[in-house]
């Protein structure tokens, strides 16, 4: 049974930071792709980071860029969202996803999706 399960938020002053944890079950690490999205009240879901296991690239939407780090530890089937700098901006449920497609912001590709963690970024 493939698993994404999604730890790691919790509440934090504006400036500071949360490490984000997607461990992997289920299914062969190398070859998929795991994203990370978010979802603030009333907004759409959007791509926040996502990175291929098997060769390390990376993708960044403009608003996370030099703040957040996605990286991952193949032993571990666990892919981490480091977030610095955080903003009030930030504040939205946590999704992680997996796709075999490639890294990418488009929700529609990926297959799989764990529950969602929440970040909340007080002022």
């Known amino acids: 049974e493939v698993q994404l399960q999604a730890s790691g938020g919790g509440l934090v002053q504006a400036g500071g930071s949360l490490r984000l944890s997607c461990a992997v079950s289920?299914?062969?690490?190398?070859?998929?792709?795991i994203g990370w999205f978010r979802q603030a009240p009333g907004k759409e879901r959007e791509g926040v980071s996502c990175i291929r296991s098997s060769d390390g690239s990376t993708y960044y939407a403009d608003s996370v860029k030099g703040r957040f780090t996605i990286y991952s530890d193949n032993a571990k089937n666990t892919v981490y969202l480091q977030m610095n700098s955080l903003k009030p901006e930030d504040t939205a449920v946590y999704y992680c996803?997996?796709?075999?497609?490639?890294?990418?912001?488009?929700?529609?590709?990926?297959?799989?999706w764990g529950q969602g963690t929440q970040v909340t970024v007080s002022s």
């Open positions: 289920g299914f062969t690490f190398d070859g998929y792709v």
């Open positions: 996803g997996a796709n075999r497609m490639g890294c990418s912001a488009i929700e529609e590709l990926y297959d799989y």
